[in-house]
């Protein structure tokens, strides 16, 4: 537990599935790497990750989102998440929630590092650009709303691109068993002192929104 996060109780019973070694992953190591230290995420490990996504894109819709919506439509319901002018989903993918988060501002930038997923995007809404998460093409202080699902965070460009009023919502759509992940108290701890936040179990995930205090 963390003083920092309040616990809601969670929705939805948890999902079955079978438990695998998730820790041996290799994102999962990128995943700690990169929230705990700035200096391990490099122009070569950048393009080791987008390859990767390349690899999977052109099969990457044919997943079962919909058995993973629950925790991003909790999320949306009960983690005090509000409208605004720009909204960031970062690691986008092939657009599985952008329309559904499109919904919550003027305007939706839906990044990805892989330049396949963006292709393979069947979003109708949002713009896609392609970007790396640490270096945003964005100003400062200038994002509403920045969500993560199942991707890496940056917390230095967390902290950067966030306007005063802004928030950062995490979500792990298998929970624990997902590949890239965080407990909402690594996301706390990664985030810093200056942030706290709302916490969840929903269905077979989690989920965690964080402001400023």
């Known amino acids: 537990m963390n003083d920092r996060i309040s616990y809601l109780p969670r929705v939805g019973a948890p999902v079955l599935m079978e438990k695998t070694d998730v820790n041996s992953h290799p ?58 002018s720009l909204g960031v989903e970062l690691g986008s993918g092939t657009g599985a929630y952008s329309d559904m988060l499109s919904e919550l501002f003027l305007s939706l930038l839906c990044v990805d ?30 994002v509403d709303g920045l969500f993560l699902i199942n991707t890496l965070l940056f917390p230095d460009e967390v902290e950067r691109i966030l306007s005063p009023s ?29 942030f706290s936040g709302v916490s969840s179990e929903a269905g077979g995930g989690t989920w965690s929104v964080f402001r400023r205090k």
């Open 27 to 84: 994102m999962r190591k990128v995943t700690q790497e990169v929230a705990f230290d700035r200096s391990s995420w490099d122009s070569a490990r950048a393009a080791k990750v987008s390859d990767l996504f390349d690899s999977m894109a052109s099969t990457w819709s044919e997943r079962d989102f919909n058995s993973r919506v629950v925790p991003v439509t909790d999320c949306l319901e009960r983690g005090g998440v509000s409208h605004g």
């Open 166 to 194: 802004g928030y950062v919502a995490w979500i792990s759509t298998n929970g624990d068993q997902t590949p890239i992940y965080l407990s909402p108290e690594e996301v706390a701890t990664a985030l810093g002192d200056s």
């Open 113 to 142: 590092i892989s330049q396949e997923m963006l292709i393979n995007s069947r979003a109708n809404r949002g713009l896609r650009v392609r970007g790396d998460g640490a270096q945003l093409p964005l100003s400062d202080s200038s």
